[in-house]
């Protein structure tokens, strides 16, 4: 293989192969667009089938390898140079992070990219200190036996990826891959492609073999998701995106009976009870509503307030949301814009719905005048409605924007009961301050993550996931050996 440039992240954003950066065989490729401001910033390459089968390939002849031969010792060593590599190149993540997203430097800055790293850090960490089973059976002729296990790789993970938190949703995935000695194969959003191109320097400057790590960017049908998870050589998926999407895998999946792991939409739930502080629940949801401008699977779309608390609630959180600044890039207030003009079509879309259905706009609903170069760019007001039925389409639907409805309840049971009535089960938030209640109304939620006066407080050693049609399987600590690793039970006759 020859390099055909020998950086990604400038115009042009590289497929990544067996450790080199490569065009599209077939040349096809499509625009890369700055969210912020609608300005066209770079040119991606698309993968051909043939690229992504040669991704496949590069990812299985690497595990019979170097990488295969290492030492797990030797593999954390790399691992934790790829984390101090990511450290010491933030600036370079940073930019490309931002000129994908749109989303506020200080954003990316202290969530993206520092996870970024901390995910192969603590994964090493993990592998390093893996615990197994053993057995001392009895034998039925009086003497023993012992079983023991044996984790191994599962051998070429396929990692598709959202757009939302591009590197970090990412390397939560590469990271314990590669720590239980897979090889990768990913495919990052097509809205979002420069950090996983960028991450392809970083394996080779830290000596990462090759073909351990490979970049395949393109869309979904038909083009690099398809192709790769069609590609039988691929022998596990993991994938973070919309629920629909994950059903459309799973039937590739079923092919040659591919295990999947995945992590999909969400319609999260919120529950004030009268006694929580309002203070800390104004400060958490406004994060958990706006951040990333809503576009968070851990988000908070609907919102079940006690009604003694509900008026200075919606008092309160129309404040926060107003003192949002969408398009003032730079300033501290700056709301960033949504991934695309497609995804403010699809956002506004149900501003519009939730009118239409009766809600009382409290705040936003449209789009803010933005003059200057962030003029072109795909911006939303934050929007706060009361009034929705609990089953309107807008309370019902993963809207994926920074908006929320708010729907005031007077008794414990019937907010659980309107919490867990969705088909998605990823999070939830309980604010309260009473004790006893916040662990009894945590254990009634189905869902996989439960927040109590918090949210998105990680720690990455806990199981992460969902349930329902939120996902399948968890990830984190010890829990993503589940998945990158095949158990091998052995069982000795002493
Ligand atoms: P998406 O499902 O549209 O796309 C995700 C990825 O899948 C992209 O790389 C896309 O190109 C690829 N893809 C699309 N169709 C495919 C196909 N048929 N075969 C193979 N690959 C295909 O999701 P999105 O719009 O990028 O992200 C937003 C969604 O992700 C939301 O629903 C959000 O809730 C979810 N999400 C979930 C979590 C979680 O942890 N549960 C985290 C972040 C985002």
């Known amino acids: 293989m020859t390099s055909d440039m020998s950086r990604p992240v400038t115009d042009t954003i590289l497929n990544f192969i067996g450790g080199v950066y490569r065009r599209g065989s077939d040349g096809k490729t499509f625009a890369n667009v700055n969210p912020a401001t609608g300005q066209h910033i770079g040119l991606v390459h698309e993968a ?77 960490d993990v592998i390093a200190t893996m615990p197994t089973e053993s057995f001392a059976t009895d034998t039925p002729d009086g003497g023993r036996a012992l079983n023991y296990v044996a984790r191994k790789p599962k051998g070429v993970i396929a990692v598709i990826c959202p757009w939302n938190f591009p590197l970090l949703l990412m390397t939560w995935k590469v990271g314990p891959a590669l720590a239980c000695g897979n090889t990768v194969v990913v495919k990052p959003s097509e809205e979002t492609p420069r950090t996983a191109a960028l991450l392809g320097e970083v394996m080779n400057a830290v000596g990462m073999p090759e073909g351990v790590y490979n970049v395949v960017h393109g869309f979904g049908a038909g083009s690099a998701g398809e192709f790769l998870t069609s590609n039988k050589d691929v022998d596990a998926i993991t994938f973070t995106g919309e629920t629909g999407t994950g ?45 990333n401008t809503g576009q968070v699977c851990l988000g908070t779309e609907r919102v079940y307030v006690e009604r003694p608390l509900f008026d200075e609630f919606i008092r309160r959180m129309t404040m ?115 004790l006893s209640r916040a ?42 050996l589940e998945f990158y690793t095949e158990i091998q039970n052995i069982c000795v006759k002493l």
């Open 247 to 291: 059903q459309a895998i799973m039937q590739k999946a079923a092919i040659g009976v591919r295990d999947v792991s995945f992590e999909l939409g969400g319609k999260n739930p919120a529950i004030v009870f009268a006694d929580a502080d309002l203070d800390k629940v104004v400060e958490g949801l406004s994060r958990s509503v706006f951040l």
């Open 48 to 124: 051909s089938k043939a690229d992504v089968d040669a991704a496949v390939a590069a990812a299985k002849t690497a595990l019979n390898g170097p990488w295969g031969r290492m030492t797990t010792a030797e593999r954390i060593k790399l691992i934790t140079a790829v984390a101090a590599e990511i450290e010491r190149r933030s600036e370079d993540f940073l930019e490309a992070e931002v000129a994908d997203t749109g989303k506020p430097r200080h954003v990316a800055s202290h969530i993206d990219i520092p996870r970024g790293a901390a995910n192969f850090r603590m994964f090493a």
């Open 320 to 434: 926060a949301a107003q003192a949002f600044k969408p398009g003032a890039a730079g300033d501290p207030a700056y709301l960033g814009p949504l991934i695309s003009a497609e995804h403010q079509e699809k956002v506004l879309g149900y501003y519009a719905k939730a009118v239409a259905e009766g809600a009382t706009v409290v705040t936003g609903g449209g789009v803010p005048e933005i003059d200057g170069a962030q003029g072109g760019g795909f911006y939303v007001e934050p929007t706060l409605w009361t009034g929705l039925a609990h089953d309107s389409t807008v309370m019902r639907e993963e809207i994926f924007g920074p908006c929320c409805g708010v729907i005031p309840f007077d008794a414990e049971d019937e907010a659980v009961a309107l919490a867990n009535d969705t088909e998605y089960g990823l999070c939830a938030t309980v604010w309260t301050e009473n």
């Open 439 to 480: 662990h009894r109304v945590a254990a009634e939620m189905r869902v996989g993550v439960c927040w109590v006066n918090c949210w998105f407080l990680r720690d990455l050693r806990t199981a992460f996931g969902g349930s329902g049609q939120s996902g399948i399987g968890r990830e984190g600590g010890v829990h993503s």
